[in-house]
């Protein structure tokens, strides 16, 4: 019996991995085409799931919480690269 149970849960922790890093490379993808439809039907089929897993929306969040700040980063970088270059002209 908890072999079973051991068995679903690992088997629902790797289709959760796998359906994040689905994700991740829809929002990729949209970041790049500019077409954010392909994102929002994969949250939109997630969201009408019985039972709803908000877990997994709550990872989704949080990882692209993480990408946010990564490209704000990123960002910041640049533009100071750039001042730099300026001032040393």
Known sequence: MLDKAAGR???????STN??????Q????CLTSGEESPF???IESQLVREPTRLDLL???ADDLQQRLLSLREY????RDRVVRTFSES
């Open 9 to 15: 849960s690992l088997f629902s922790l790797s289709d």
């Open 58 to 60: 709550r990872e989704i």
């Open 26 to 29: 829809l929002f990729e993808q």
């Open 75 to 78: 960002h910041f970088d640049v």
């Open 19 to 24: 359906l994040r890093l689905e994700a991740m």
């Open 40 to 42: 929002v039907s994969f």
